[in-house]
């Protein structure tokens, strides 16, 4: 199957919904999980799924992205596999920067048109779902479709966050964007369990197969001015091709924004969470650390997902997630929290530098009370600091902070003194 079937994975734009976590980086680069990358997510799934041919298109903040790819996805001399970024390039002959989703791809198509396939599977860069494309490419081919799109069944309150899709025996017939009103006209046969449900509508997951010589003739003649797929090249398409849909019913978010990337987090922690990383034929991959195993010494934790080489010492972890190499101190409490973890580990030296200039140590320090928060890499948290999100909490941004929701997001490398609260 990997011959059959190339994908392109969309790194998105600037990211501006997930700022500050994007200040730095690129949304694929994002730590999600305690010890993953966004752009993880979307790999995974075509690897477990025989795709090995992989294209990433990115274009702000690629620095951190590109390190991740190539020190983590290496194949044999003898595969023909690959994990390629595709970073916006200004050329002769086309000056600009990526317009949107569509545009992207076109810039990309001298890159992609080397390599011999039969299909294109297009997906989203951050979304968090585990689905067999084997099964989406032989429904494809089965409607003797010029173009899938992964669709999930949803209520009638969600129906006005996405694009919704009418369907008549498997074929997508009629698109709207975010309706607002009228949706009894746009009720789907989602199936008698999804009916029960009350998920009558199809909304698009932003996931598209499509027939090469299709994709490369709609973008480079037919709609050479598009700019976007959900947009415009979608919904044009509908009357003129066999658009199928292949119905998706398992777990799926999309985490494009602070509060559903926070909660989707914190639902790793549940006892039986949507979303299962200990799935052996469901593997998510990531660059091997040889971290140490971690350590813990007189903490309760309760739904805690805890990364590999920490050193955790906090009185109390709850419903949190502690990301590779994190240090939490003696008698802090850690309740709804992300800590996403650092990059090294500070030595001897280095502390008793940090002690000399005044500096916390990284990681967290000793009585501290951390609650409705996310902690980006390398932030150094003094002792006594308490940190407290919630609903009493206006959205802003700081230098050292920015709150989303409720949800205060403490910004990368961030320096919190001894003492200091935000929140409380």
């Known amino acids: 199957m990997s011959k059959q079937i190339l994908s392109v994975i969309l790194g998105g734009g600037a990211g501006t919904r997930l700022y500050p976590l994007t200040a730095n980086r690129s949304k694929p680069a994002v730590p999600i999980a305690g010890k993953y990358r966004l752009v993880d997510i979307p790999i995974s799934n075509c690897l477990n799924s025989g795709i090995t041919r992989m294209f990433v298109l990115t274009m702000y903040n690629s620095a951190?992205?590109?390190r991740h790819i190539k020190n983590t996805y290496h194949f044999s001399a003898f595969s023909s596999a690959f994990v390629d970024i595709l970073a916006a390039e200004q050329t002769p002959d086309n000056p600009a920067w990526f317009q949107g989703t569509a545009d992207a791809v076109r810039q990309g198509l001298r890159h992609i048109g080397p390599f011999d396939s039969d299909y294109i599977l297009i997906l989203s860069g951050d979304q968090l779902y585990q689905i067999d494309?084997?099964?989406m490419l032989q429904n494809h081919k089965e409607q003797n479709a010029d173009i899938t799109i992964a669709t999930i069944p949803v209520s009638e309150k969600e129906a006005s966050d996405f694009g919704i899709l009418k369907t008549e025996e498997g074929m997508i017939t009629s698109f709207i964007e975010k309706p607002k009103s009228g949706l009894e006209n746009w009720v789907s046969d989602t199936g008698e369990e999804m009916r029960e449900k009350g998920k009558v509508y199809l909304a698009s997951m932003g996931i598209y197969i499509f027939n090469r010589q299709l994709l490369f003739d709609l973008l480079q003649n037919e709609y050479k001015e598009a700019t976007d797929f959900g947009k415009e090249i979608i919904p044009q398409s509908i009357s003129k091709y066999r658009v199928a849909s292949y119905q998706y019913e398992g777990y799926w978010e999309d985490i494009g924004n602070i509060p559903a990337f926070f909660h989707a987090n914190l639902a790793l922690t549940k006892d039986l969470p949507e979303f299962n990383l200990f799935d052996n034929t469901k593997t998510i991959y990531t660059r091997a650390r040889m971290l140490p195993p971690g350590k813990m010494s007189g903490t309760k934790c309760i739904h805690a997902v805890i990364g590999d080489g920490c050193i955790v010492n906090a009185a109390h972890v709850?419903?949190?997630?502690?990301?590779?190499?994190?240090?939490?101190?003696h008698d802090t409490t850690i309740i709804n929290t992300y800590m996403m973890g650092s990059d090294y580990y500070e030595t001897l030296a280095d502390i008793e530098a940090d002690y000399q200039h005044g500096l916390p140590q990284l990681g967290i320090g000793n009585r501290c009370t951390i609650q409705n928060a996310i902690l980006d890499k390398n932030c150094?948290?003094?002792?006594?600091?308490?940190?407290?999100?919630?609903?009493?909490?206006?959205?802003?941004?700081?230098?050292?902070?920015?709150?989303?929701?409720g949800i205060i997001v403490l910004k990368k490398g961030?320096?919190?003194?001894?003492?200091?609260?935000?929140?409380?």
């Open 318 to 329: 709850e419903n949190s997630v502690i990301g590779i190499r994190s240090r939490i101190g």
């Open 414 to 424: 961030a320096i919190v003194p001894n003492g200091f609260t935000i929140g409380a």
């Open 133 to 135: 494309f084997q099964e």
């Open 64 to 66: 951190s992205l590109n």
């Open 380 to 405: 150094r948290i003094g002792d006594d600091v308490k940190i407290i999100g919630g609903s009493h909490l206006e959205d802003g941004d700081t230098p050292l902070y920015t709150v989303r929701e």
